[in-house]
């Protein structure tokens, strides 16, 4: 399956997302992907950073391509993998739009925040342009960095669901440090000690949404 992590606004959590879903695929035991389609190369540093400080290495593999690349290329590899992870820049690029014609997913993060939510309708229509080339695809919506209280969240939600492009999905994620420092540390959260379980449990059901739920289950119990 190819899932890419998308979306036209900067800063929604694309990367964060994208590691944190390759690292437990990878830890659930299969063989993955991920593609940094972003020349921020964000997806690259976090593999990299893996690589150096874990003796087994990042447990996926990562490679950097862009435009046109990210299908033709994806298309030649996904079928050697279990799993493709594609993490795009935060804007309408042709290496968005390229991950865009070969995924099965299409991830798309939200900041309950007006700047974020202004770009719905840019998502919407470059969602519906994909599906010209390709018809078959899901596009699923969620909740980064909510907040613990307040309006805006159910605000949000409320606007996403009102758009029939996407699919808005109960997983968010909340605003929290475990996030971002397992991000600079070179982890996904379940590796984080200590741990955070309310990040744990809402990066373990986007998880589940997407992928096997079995599995997640027992990432859950080992600790990751
Ligand atoms: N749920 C969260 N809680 C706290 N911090 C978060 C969360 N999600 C993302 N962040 C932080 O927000 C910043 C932007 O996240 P990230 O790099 O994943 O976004 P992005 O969409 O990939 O950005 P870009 O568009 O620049 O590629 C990072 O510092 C990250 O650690
Ligand atoms: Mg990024």
Request: charged share 25%; proline share 4%; net charge neutral.
């Amino acid at each position: 399956m190819i899932t890419v992590v998308g979306g036209t606004k900067g800063g929604s959590g694309k990367s964060t997302v994208a590691t944190n879903l390759a690292v437990m695929l990878a830890a659930a035991g299969r063989d993955v992907l991920l593609v940094d389609a972003d020349d921020q190369e964000t997806s690259t540093d976090f593999t990299n950073l893996r690589n150096e400080t874990r003796p087994g290495g990042a447990g996926y593999t990562c490679v950097a391509l862009t435009g046109r690349a990210v299908m033709t290329e994806t298309k030649r590899l996904a079928p050697k993998y279990g799993e493709v992870i594609i993490d795009t820049g935060g804007r309408d690029t042709v290496s968005q739009r390229a991950a865009l014609a070969v995924c099965d997913i299409y991830l798309i993060p939200f900041a309950p925040r007006s700047f974020d939510v202004w770009t719905l309708d840019k998502v919407a229509s470059l969602v519906e342009e994909a599906r010209a080339v390709n018809p078959d695809f899901r596009a699923l919506a969620f909740l980064n960095r909510t907040d613990p209280r307040g309006s805006d969240n159910v605000d949000a939600a409320q606007l996403i669901s009102s758009k029939p492009e996407l699919k808005f999905i109960e997983a968010a994620l909340g605003n929290r440090k475990a996030f971002a420092n397992a991000a600079a540390a070179g982890l996904a959260v379940p590796e984080l000690r200590p741990i955070d379980s309310k990040a744990v449990e809402e990066i373990g059901i986007l998880f589940g949404y997407l992928y096997d739920i079995e599995k997640v289950s027992k990432l859950h119990r080992v600790g990751i």
